[in-house]
């Protein structure tokens, strides 16, 4: 349900800095209000199994010969690239960390193709990346996981022992399939939608794309990673309108302590995004970092932060599990459906253009109703497949009369349309039964046939009802 980028160029290798002579001084983050220096950026790469990953090191400025705290930057959806993470990476290196920044593998990464187990295994790639550099103390790397980074950090985290601390940023206690529908519910919410578009998008949608394939990863359980977490975890929120944050702290703050770990701290940020920029609402991010977010990081990492949970925000709304599609109403048969439906109105459609270039009387019971019959489904279903596709890619629903969208009223009025032609069509094939040629009867059949798909599967779709 997020917007796509391309990568970027990939810089030049920078030269390995060499290691320091003698026995390196640890040093820990910065605490809040100190004096800290101007931050370093070096290019590096590393391998995760057979896959070469591209990134950042950012480090603090003339600090030679200390170890400083280590932490790699795990990436929220999407092929993303370190630059999105530079502010971050930046932040925190002022602060104190020597920070890794990577570009998200595209081997085996996409919408419909993702593993969570590979990801992780990047991420512990990166760890041992930070460990081999003279300025990182290796009893201090820990792991940033962003968004669907909070899914992925845990497993890695559960895996390595060289893992020592981790950072949770907006991360789900829920499925991402959950999730999703939660999320686009707020982001339609926002936009000023009511009706039954409310239900389509989130619920209907995700509930078909998970079905059909194209959420991967959609069912993944976080709970059971979280359980085997026993490092120290600090879990931050702001005004979260992605993941859940009131059903998302519960969830990981019981899943850590049931699993025995008793280093748990979770905080909230009040006018801030998903991603902890400012935010006056959550929705629109700002250019910076909310105040106090990397100074309670490092703090915390450096043991003076407090260790107690925050008071749980509100949560306007809760998430629910989604059902399975049941089979009949099953992606690969609603595909089917949808195929043959259009095939049908536009066969019906092209029959009578032709009868009308060759000149040719309608035969009796086959007069104008079919026509708009088949004219107003056929441009319901094609609107409908372009429409879904633009909301759920970019997020926004056009243009709006009162709280219902312009688009979605346009469909729903043209399936009421095709409720009144298929009444109109019944009805004149009966007066006229008698005298009507059999091979018309045999087109107004299909079209009677595929017409008693179109009008469940709208009302499955939500266009008929308000």
């Not at 002022?94 to 992780?120: E, H, I, M, N």
């Not at 962003?146 to 985290?157: D, I, K, N, Q, R």
């Not at 239900?199 to 976080?222: I, K, M, N, Y």
Request: with cysteine; net charge positive.
């Amino acid at each position: 349900m997020r917007t796509w980028w391309a990568m970027c160029l990939i810089a030049a290798l920078a030269a390995v800095a060499t290691t320091a002579s003698g026995a390196a001084a640890v040093a820990g983050p910065a605490r809040a209000g100190q004096d800290i220096e101007p931050s370093i950026e070096q290019s590096v790469e590393f391998r995760s199994g057979d896959v070469t990953l591209h990134g950042t090191v950012t480090a603090p400025a003339g600090t030679a010969g200390q170890r400083r705290p280590g932490i790699v930057l795990v990436h929220g959806s999407g092929p993303e690239t370190r630059a999105k993470y530079r502010a971050e990476a930046q932040a925190m290196a002022r602060s104190g960390f020597v920070v890794l920044s990577y570009d998200k593998r595209t081997a085996g990464y996409s919408l419909t193709q993702r593993s969570y187990d590979r990801l992780a295994d990047d991420a512990l790639a990166g760890v041992r990346l930070l460990n081999g550099r003279a300025d990182v103390d290796p009893g201090k790397v820990g792991l940033w996981g962003f968004s669907e980074g909070g899914w992925v950090v845990p497993l890695a985290a559960s895996r390595s022992a060289q893992v020592s601390y981790v950072v949770l940023v907006g991360a789900s206690g829920v499925s991402p399939a959950r999730e999703s529908a939660w999320a686009l519910g707020n982001t339609l919410r926002h936009e000023g939608v009511a009706g039954s578009l409310l239900r389509t998008v989130p619920v209907t949608g995700t509930r078909f794309l998970t079905d059909a394939g194209l959420l991967s990863e959609a069912d993944h359980d976080p709970l059971p990673a979280l359980r085997r977490v026993h490092q120290p975890v600090l879990a931050l929120w702001g005004d979260d309108h992605k993941s859940p944050p009131a059903e998302s702290a519960v969830a990981i703050g019981k899943a850590l302590r049931d699993g025995g770990n008793t280093d748990v701290t979770i905080r909230f940020f009040p006018h801030a995004d998903h991603k902890l920029h400012t935010s006056s609402d959550g929705f629109q991010r700002g250019e910076h970092l909310t105040p106090g977010y990397v100074d309670t990081m490092a703090s915390w990492v450096a043991g003076h932060g407090h260790r107690t949970d925050d008071a749980l925000p509100h949560q306007a709304r809760r998430s629910h599990d989604l059902a399975p599609l049941p089979t009949y109403e099953a992606s690969a048969a609603q595909a089917a459906a949808f195929v043959l439906m259009a095939v049908s109105f536009a066969a019906y459609l092209l029959t009578e253009l032709v009868r009308r270039l060759r000149s040719r009387p309608c035969a009796p019971g086959a007069g104008r109703a079919p026509r708009w019959l088949a004219a107003a489904e056929l441009a319901t279903l094609l609107g409908f497949l372009g429409y879904f596709g633009f909301v759920t890619m970019t997020l926004t629903t056009g243009p709006m009369l009162g709280n219902r969208p312009v688009c979605w009223l346009v469909l729903q009025f043209l399936t009421a349309g095709a409720a009144v032609a298929a009444v109109a069509t019944v009805v004149g094939w009966w007066r006229a039964r008698a005298s009507v040629p059999g091979r018309t009867h045999a087109r107004l059949g299909v079209l009677g046939l595929t017409s008693a798909l179109f009008f469940p599967w709208a009302l499955f779709w939500g266009l008929m009802t308000p």
